[in-house]
């Protein structure tokens, strides 16, 4: 079994900062990408941002030039630096780890509140 422990969420004023992590373990082999997701109310599942095996990422536009993700693959542990925060970025992310060959497992979520 694979666990994902996620924290890091909070209220926050707007362009304040917070800092998610996301610490997978159990059973893994080879991961092939970890991400954060949100769900805004009404829509669907939408990446924020991905890092890949090899180090490479992808961000969704409103992401891009204020969160950064990265990861430590010693700790098997994904970060998402979240900078000048706009209430529009309010909502539950999500934690995605995907291994290769395996499939795709979720956090339980954790919630950013950004007042204005």
């Known amino acids: 079994q694979v666990q994902l422990v996620e924290s890091g969420g909070g209220l926050v004023q707007a362009g304040g900062s917070l800092r998610l992590s996301c610490a997978a373990s159990g059973r893994i082999f080879s991961i092939k990408s970890m991400g954060w997701y949100r769900q805004p109310p009404g829509k669907q599942l939408e990446l924020v941002a991905a890092?890949?095996?090899?180090?490479?990422?992808n961000y969704a536009d409103s992401a891009k030039g204020r969160f950064t993700i990265t990861g430590d693959n010693a700790k098997n542990t994904m970060y998402l630096q979240m900078n000048s925060l706009k209430p529009e970025d309010t909502d539950v992310y999500y934690c995605?780890?995907?291994?290769?060959?395996?499939?795709?497992?979720w956090g339980q979520g954790t919630q950013v509140t950004v007042s204005s």
């Open positions: 995605n780890l995907a291994l290769t060959n395996v499939g795709d497992y």
């Open positions: 890092i890949f095996r090899g180090g490479s990422t």
